[in-house]
C-alpha cells in the first residue's frame, strides 16, 4: 500500500519558538493532504485540508495564521506552529488522499507528539 | 456544523464474544470509511462503503452502510486479543469535498 512519512515523531519545544512537521507521500501522488489534530483518547479532529499550489482550506476555529500550511509539490505537505504554546500541545496527525489505485482512500502519517514547555 | 458520532465510546468484552460499534452522521454521506488505531499508533484504513445499503465482509468484521446513507455499523465476530485498538468511521459529505469527518470513535478492549 502507499506509505506517507511524517517527520519528526515528536518534538519538545519552547514556548514561543515555531516548529515545523512534514508530511510526505512516498510513492503515490497526493493533490490534497489533511492535517488533523488528535487529543489523548480521543478523535482526529480536522483542521486543514493542504492542496498542492493553493491556499489551504481551513476548520471553523482553527487559527490560520497559527497553523500555516504548504502544499509546495505533489508529495510534501507542511504544518508549520508559529509561536507555540503549552496548549499547542498535543498529536499531529496528516493524512494524503490517493485516487485511482487505492481508490481514494486515506493514508496517514505516523504522527508528530508536540510538547511546548 | 457536520457531527458524526459513534456509540459506544468504550467497549469490553471476552475474547470470543461479538462487538458491534455504531456510526451516525448528522448528515447524508457520499462514502464512508472504517479505520483502526492501535494504542500508540496511527490510523489504518479498513474499508470504504459508497453505495446504499451496502455490506461488506472482511473475514470477522462486517460492515454496513445504512439505507439514507447517515449510519453505519462494524461488526466483528468473535473477537480477539488482536482486535483491541480504536474504532473511528469517517464519512464524506455530499456537497463534494473531499474532507473526511472522523466519528468519536469505539475503544475496544478484549479480555483473555
Known amino acids: 500500500g502507499a506509505v506517507v512519512s511524517q517527520h519528526p515523531s515528536w518534538v519538545i519545544c519552547k514556548s514561543g519558538t515555531s516548529v515545523k512537521i512534514e508530511c510526505r507521500s512516498l510513492?503515490?501522488?497526493?493533490?490534497?493532504m489533511f492535517w488533523y489534530r488528535q487529543f489523548p483518547k480521543q478523535s482526529l479532529m480536522l483542521m486543514a485540508t493542504?492542496?498542492?499550489?493553493?491556499?489551504?482550506?481551513?476548520e471553523q476555529g482553527v487559527e490560520k495564521d497559527k497553523f500555516l500550511i504548504n502544499h509546495a509539490s505533489l508529495t510534501l505537505s507542511t504544518l508549520t506552529v508559529t509561536s507555540a504554546h503549552p496548549e499547542d500541545s498535543s498529536f499531529y496527525i496528516c493524512?494524503?488522499?490517493?485516487?485511482?489505485?487505492?481508490?481514494?482512500?486515506?493514508?496517514f502519517g505516523s504522527g508528530t507528539q508536540l510538547s511546548v514547555l | 456544523g457536520q457531527q458524526v458520532m459513534q456509540i459506544p465510546q468504550y467497549q469490553h468484552v471476552q475474547e470470543g464474544e461479538d462487538f458491534t460499534t455504531y456510526c451516525n452522521s448528522s448528515?447524508?454521506?457520499?462514502?464512508i470509511q472504517w479505520y483502526k488505531q492501535r494504542p500508540g499508533g496511527h490510523p489504518v484504513f479498513l474499508i470504504q462503503?459508497?453505495?446504499?445499503?451496502e455490506v461488506k465482509k472482511q473475514k470477522r468484521l462486517t460492515f454496513q452502510f445504512g439505507e439514507a446513507k447517515k449510519n453505519s455499523s462494524l461488526h466483528i465476530t468473535a473477537t480477539q486479543t488482536t482486535d483491541v485498538g480504536t474504532y473511528f468511521c469517517?464519512?464524506?459529505?455530499?456537497?463534494?469535498?473531499?474532507?473526511?469527518?472522523f466519528g468519536t470513535g469505539t475503544r475496544l478492549k478484549v479480555l483473555a
Open positions: 510513492d503515490f501522488q497526493a493533490t490534497t
Open positions: 462503503l459508497v453505495k446504499s445499503g
Open positions: 469517517a464519512g464524506t459529505p455530499t456537497s463534494g469535498t473531499y474532507k473526511y469527518i
Open positions: 493524512s494524503a488522499r490517493s485516487t485511482g489505485t487505492y481508490n481514494e482512500k486515506l493514508f
Open positions: 448528515t447524508t454521506l457520499s462514502n
Open positions: 493542504s492542496n498542492e499550489g493553493s491556499k489551504a482550506t481551513y
